[in-house]
């Protein structure tokens, strides 16, 4: 029933109008992995890693459609005020998965597109060099990069490298303690073995308070993205970045819906029709967005 209202938004121009409608502002795609499994896999029953040929029509509708900007050309202009061009789009990528050197880079560097990759930093390989298979294997999808991939990917191809934390941990779930550790442990593990210029943080599971945001700050974070729907604007709050969740169902005409922002008109006219889920306290004071922690693909 959705995918045949997606195909409806779709051949009617809706998209094109809302993408029109948009247009000033930064939509924010999350990505898992990339695969080139032919049918998907039992261990991935939600779709987080999107087959190889689905990915590459969705570079292809982003070449004729938007402007692909890198995340850090994003902080940069929040940080100097100024404009960006009109469908700009930026792609990341959650967890590191090692499928991402294998499948999704090469295909970003056929179409010459930047993108940012949020590692989990305890589980990035100590190897030294690039002795692995450099061809897709089915472990890919489970395996994660090692920092010498990473830094392969940086230097080669100027992918860009954020914060996905230590463990993966759900910060919401740790002591303020725990979760502070998290975050600088991993904020120095990218300045180490990346020597990155511009950290940003991918909260786990999209799950944030205002406390853990202005930790992040403190560390030294330039910016962190949610997994909350919604647009971002040039002056947005840089340590909740909305980002429109992709994965395998996404054929041509959902695709087109979700990164046209017609979905956020949807969710809108949603929350009219039915009341509003409580927010989640995290400290006395401190509110969990209402909509943040969504981390299936909706």
Partial sequence: MKKAFFIVLYITGLTTFARWYYRKRVVFLCYHGVTQRPSRSTEDPKGLHVNHL????????????????????????Q??????PHYSVVLTFDDGFRNFLTVAAPLLAQYALPATVFLVTDRAQK?????????????DDAKHLSWSEAQWLREKQNIEFGSHTCSHSELLTLSLQDA????????????????????ILAYPKGQYSRVIANEARKVGYAGAVTTDRGRNEVDHDPFTLGRTLIGDDDDLASFAVRVSGIRWWLAGIRSLLMPRAKPVSYKPGEILSPVAGRYEVQ
């Fill in 180 to 199: 502070r550790r998290e975050l600088l442990h991993s904020y120095n593990e990218l300045l180490s073995n990346l020597a990155v210029k511009t950290a």
């Fill in 127 to 139: 190897t030294v060099s690039l002795d692995l298979p450099e061809e897709w294997t089915p472990e």
């Fill in 54 to 77: 689905r990915f590459k029509q969705h570079l292809e509708f982003l070449r004729s459609h938007y402007h692909v900007i890198s995340l850090s050309d994003y902080i940069a202009a």
């Fill in 79 to 84: 940080r100097d005020g100024r404009s960006l």
